[in-house]
């Protein structure tokens, strides 16, 4: 029998939960990916780390914007944020350890006709162009300048993809889409300020999803970061950040390749922060 293939929603440190989905709701040969946001602002980032550390070959998740906030305070490139749940890391003896794994960790995975982000992909890519790119950004973690990478990684600035892009602009504008993205405009112009649901985007933007004619239409993507947003199950996407953190649910989805049989396993979650607004 093929084993089942799930994708997990953000965790952002709630281990409880993600304890109780693996103990008693998963298959126990089942392979697991994380779609990012491992850490922060839930109670226990560490041990979540340490969990799905634990798994092995079983799992894989990408990297999302709160896992290389980490990597970057981690690095000492970049302050602590003032909700920022981290300490039990940045203080833990195993902390070298787990940043080192956290940084290897890849920015997408592509398997079995479903492509893995964090958060979303900007029209103008293939799928092939997606992982090509996010190849790029992990050569550059999992390297020795690591830490000079990541301190000029961050910033609204870089709000568009354009091919000729060279340097930290033009990996500072993939981890922007990888990570960080929402809303766009049918040119692919980012809007990363807007954080609500569907209906709050400034005239002429839209969800990343919905712009007509993007390229990676014919893969199915499977994403979370987006909470306001809430779950969403289409042939072609896959959103699972259900706000676990925030006291929502924390959701697997079954990765089959027949929409139909892809079936949610769901957790309901301790509020440990207060919801955000949503439209």
Same mark, same amino acid.
Request: aromatic fraction near 6%; include cysteine; glycine fraction near 10%.
């Given at each position: 029998?093929?084993?089942?293939?799930?994708?997990?929603? $953000?965790? /952002?440190?709630?281990?409880?939960?993600?304890?109780?989905?693996?103990?008693?709701?998963?298959?126990?040969? =089942?392979?697991?990916?994380?779609?990012?946001?491992?850490?922060?602002?839930?109670?226990?980032?560490?041990?979540?780390?340490? #969990?799905?550390?634990? %798994?092995?070959?079983?799992?894989?998740?990408?990297?999302?914007?709160?896992?290389?906030?980490?990597?970057?305070?981690?690095?000492?490139?970049?302050? @602590?944020?003032?909700? *920022? #749940?981290?300490?039990?890391?940045?203080?833990?003896? *195993?902390?070298?350890? %787990?940043?080192?794994?956290?940084?290897?960790?890849?920015?997408?995975?592509? !398997?079995?006709?479903? %492509?893995?982000?964090?958060?979303?992909?900007?029209?103008?890519? #293939?799928?092939?162009?997606?992982?090509?790119?996010?190849? !790029?950004?992990?050569?550059?973690?999992?390297?020795?300048?690591?830490?000079?990478?990541?301190?000029?990684?961050?910033?609204?600035?870089? $709000?568009?993809? !354009?091919?000729?892009?060279?340097?930290?602009?033009?990996?500072?504008?993939?981890?922007?889409?990888?990570?960080?993205?929402?809303?766009?405009?049918?040119?692919?112009?980012? *809007?990363?300020?807007?954080?609500?649901?569907?209906?709050?985007?400034?005239?002429?933007?839209?969800?990343?999803?919905?712009?007509?004619?993007?390229?990676?239409?014919?893969?199915?993507?499977?994403?979370?970061?987006?909470?306001?947003?809430?779950?969403?199950?289409?042939?072609?996407?896959?959103?699972? $950040? #259900?706000?676990?953190?925030?006291?929502?649910?924390?959701?697997?989805?079954?990765?089959?390749?027949? @929409?139909?049989?892809? =079936? %949610?396993? /769901?957790?309901?979650?301790? /509020?440990?922060?207060?919801?955000?607004?949503?439209?």
């Amino acid at each position: 029998m093929n084993r089942q293939h799930f994708a997990i929603g $953000d965790l /952002q440190g709630c281990a409880a939960s993600l304890e109780e989905l693996l103990a008693q709701h998963l298959p126990t040969d =089942s392979r697991l990916r994380f779609v990012g946001d491992l850490v922060n602002r839930g109670p226990a980032s560490a041990r979540t780390l340490r #969990t799905v550390r634990q %798994l092995g070959d079983r799992a894989e998740s990408v990297l999302g914007n709160h896992d290389i906030h980490l990597l970057a305070v981690a690095a000492g490139v970049r302050k @602590p944020g003032r909700g *920022d #749940t981290l300490d039990d890391i940045l203080e833990g003896p *195993d902390c070298t350890e %787990l940043v080192t794994w956290l940084r290897h960790r890849p920015m997408a995975i592509h !398997e079995n006709g479903f %492509l893995l982000v964090h958060a979303g992909v900007l029209p103008q890519w #293939t799928t092939e162009q997606t992982m090509e790119l996010a190849g !790029e950004v992990e050569r550059e973690l999992r390297g020795p300048g690591w830490k000079a990478f990541l301190a000029g990684i961050f910033g609204n600035a870089a $709000d568009r993809w !354009e091919a000729g892009l060279r340097g930290i602009e033009r990996h500072r504008a993939v981890v922007n889409a990888l990570t960080r993205l929402r809303f766009c405009n049918a040119e692919g112009v980012m *809007d990363l300020k807007t954080k609500d649901g569907p209906g709050s985007m400034p005239a002429g933007y839209m969800p990343w999803f919905d712009v007509p004619g993007r390229r990676t239409e014919d893969t199915t993507v499977v994403c979370g970061h987006w909470s306001t947003l809430g779950l969403v199950m289409r042939p072609n996407l896959m959103a699972l $950040d #259900t706000g676990c953190v925030w006291g929502g649910k924390l959701t697997a989805a079954r990765l089959a390749s027949d @929409p139909a049989q892809r =079936s %949610l396993i /769901q957790v309901a979650c301790p /509020q440990y922060c207060d919801p955000p607004a949503s439209s």
